[in-house]
């Protein structure tokens, strides 16, 4: 059995709760404040995707995951001989905490009670050059609270590539779907890598985690899955409205296929909203790809987010 079902949750400290719950609601979160305590939440049956606490220092503080089962986060815990511990946060469940080679903290759960979904906003049927699927109608779209379902990936800068990835995959079984490489004096140097998870026959995200080999550690950005264009295209202009930091996009990557649009909240930590990107199983794959296919996009803005 693989060791874990995905990534779950992102953990911030902000410079102020109450301006970073205001972002998070216009990017499309459903929140709450719990004591000390932001919370933040998807369409999807999670509790929580996104947290964050009120610090001086604003950055990230952790990446959750969620394991398979008990028996696979003990198998987790027991390679670093950590704890596995009650969950303090809501829907309780079991958690350990793991510290990787670049200093980043990773927690892995398990057990933890499921909300209700919420419900997804829909727009009605698409007409194509090639296909028509609506007649006699208006497009529609239904508007919703929640725009955000899901928390896809993180990227993270590392200090060694090599050594990241070593540490992740014998603790979350990773995979590498693509792996930048370029030539320098002749030898094979790797930039970095998009990983997935593996889930053996079972179709996952294209990336999980990317590591950019580069010689430092520092937190990159976190990705979040809208429904569909229409979504990510009116959360565009609504921030955008609203006087928000645009980053980087629209667009589509090449490698992972997503349409992109990278946003900074209030603190200068980049968020993207993402949709259509790919699904690999474990039958698909390691490949190595060129810089240029890492920069380059299918359309849109070509270069680095946040650059």
Known sequence: MPRIKDILYVRFNVSDLTKQQQFLDDFGLQTE?????????GTDSS??????????EPGLVSV????ESATALREIAAIDAVEVESNPMPGGGLIARLTDPNGFRVEVVTGIDNAAELPVGGRSAFNSGVAKQ?????VSIEPVDCLVKRLGHVVLMVHDFHETFAWYQTRLELLISDEIVMENDGQEQTLGAFTRCNRGDEFVDHHTLFFIHAGQAEFNHAAF???DWDVLMKSHYELKKAGYQHSFGVGKHILGSQVFDYWKDPDGIMLEHFTDGDLFNE???SHKRSPGDLLGTLWGPEGVPGQ
């Open 64 to 67: 959750g995951f969620a394991a």
């Open 225 to 227: 899955e809208v429904a």
């Open 134 to 138: 609506r007649f006699g109608e208006r």
């Open 47 to 56: 509790r929580y995707i996104y947290l964050a606490e009120q610090s001086a």
């Open 283 to 285: 039958s698909f794959g």
């Open 33 to 41: 404040i719990d004591g000390d305590l932001l919370l933040a939440r």
